[in-house]
């Protein structure tokens, strides 16, 4: 199985139907749940590398407590239903410019358009904050995420 991720990149313009799910901001208090979370999305996909729980606590808490990229928190999401996160998207700047850090919609919610709802209300709010291109690495065996991201624009970039 390939491990090199490919490039991915969009001109951001803004985005319709940001309607369709409740979202909240991210902060630190949600490591541990959005950890649980992306580890019920990844298990038995090819983004899942056998990642332990705290791991992915130590990978998103990075991300979130601004250690390897600094977390966008007005461009990052998650969607919840009684406290349980079902889907997020945590955006971070990163060599000059905004990229997906992680998104992952949870195994029971899969089909029902989070990811991409989520997507489009993240390149929405980093289109009227003024950045002008989205960037993600995708694992290129993952072609539900490939065909999302194209859908919505995104063209593989070098």
Sequence with gaps: MSTVKIKM??????????????TKFIYSIDIFELAAAMQDAFIGTPDYLGE???ELIDEISDVVD???APLIKEASYRIEHEGITEAAIL???YQGQPLVSEIFTTKAHLGKGMASFLLRKSINSLYYLGYPKLILYVHPDNARAIKIYEKLGFRRDK
């Design 52 to 54: 332990t729980l705290e």
């Design 9 to 22: 990149a969009l001109d951001l313009k803004p985005q319709l139907g940001l309607d369709m799910f409740e």
């Design 91 to 93: 955006i971070s700047f």
């Design 66 to 68: 601004e250690g390897f």
